[in-house]
């Protein structure tokens, strides 16, 4: 067998592509990792990591290895666990107030029923979680691309639609194109400040001026506002059609507008072997999955002319 703490090394350098990362991960010097691989590459009689000026990538028998050995690894950390038995293992989840709320909440049971060993403590803000400072092990963020030495998978694209509720859509001064928004109030979400100011100008308005404007700090209560009447607010389709408050709202019109973000979720390259994680992402993926395949239409009830 190689040294165990050669492999140990390798592995977070494999992971990570970056001796330094490895280092601070593992708690030594990236000399240290340096020395490590070194001596694994001697063992092999083989080099695993081509170096470069300001990186290193693996070589072909460095990729091939790596996979072994993540898997090797993986299979302890799973046997660990098993052997920790009916131990709660806690997961640290950051997500936004809306897929947290309109989303993720209806769905846990689905999650504690298949995983009873695991729970979960959610933390809902607007800020975007810091993986380097904060204690947190999986984040779910809408985003138009994922931070970079994160690993980051895609659960569903985005598009803004407006919303508001069906009397602002009919009468005096109703709504029936975009450049009616001139009458009206725009409502903000803090978290997106210039979200209005993108779609206006995907529509070719981008100097348009509203009547006024109304800004909360999260999405919910923005749209229970709309709901009531007090503006227009625009909506991230699919998923705003799990908000309760949609319940009322209409989309007085709905120009084609590109998708403007995604949601992903991420978490450290080097938690990717932990069973824990790799349940709730497996589990995530599959419910968002499902969902996407039911929701890629506005609904009939949402639609004016319903």
Known sequence: ????????????????????????????????ISHQVRTLEEWLETPL?????????????????????????????????????????????S??????????IPRLASFEEKHPNISLAIETENRIADFERDDVDVGIRNVRAPTPGLFARKLLDIRLVPLCARKLATGANALRAPKDLVHHTLIHVSARPDAWGRWLAAVGLPKLKP?????????????????????????????????????????????????????????????????EVK???????????????????????????G
Do not use: C
């Open 211 to 275: 009547k006024r404007d109304l800004r909360f700090d999260t999405v919910p209560a923005a749209l229970e506002a709309a709901a009531r009447g007090h503006g227009v607010v625009l909506g991230m389709s699919p998923l705003v059609w799990e908000a309760p408050a949609t319940a009322s709202l209409v989309v007085p019109f709905a120009p084609k507008v590109e998708a403007t973000s995604s949601y992903y979720v991420v978490h450290r390259k080097a938690d990717r072997a932990r069973p």
């Open 49 to 93: 990591f081509s170096r470069m000026a300001r990186r290193i990538e693996l070589t072909r028998d460095g990729k091939r290895f790596h996979r072994a050995v993540s898997a090797a690894f993986a299979d302890i950390s799973t046997a660990a666990s098993r052997v920790h038995g009916g131990k709660r293992t806690t997961l640290k989840i």
């Open 95 to 104: 997500a936004l107030p809306l897929i947290t709320n309109a989303w993720l």
């Open 1 to 32: 067998m190689p040294p165990l703490t050669a492999l140990r090394a390798f592995h977070a350098a494999g992971e990570l592509l970056s001796f330094q990362e490895a280092a601070r991960q593992l708690g030594v010097t990236p000399s240290a």
């Open 279 to 305: 349940a709730f992402i497996e589990w995530l993926t599959k419910e968002m999955a499902s969902f996407v395949r039911t929701h890629k239409a506005i609904p009939a009830s949402a639609r004016l002319e």
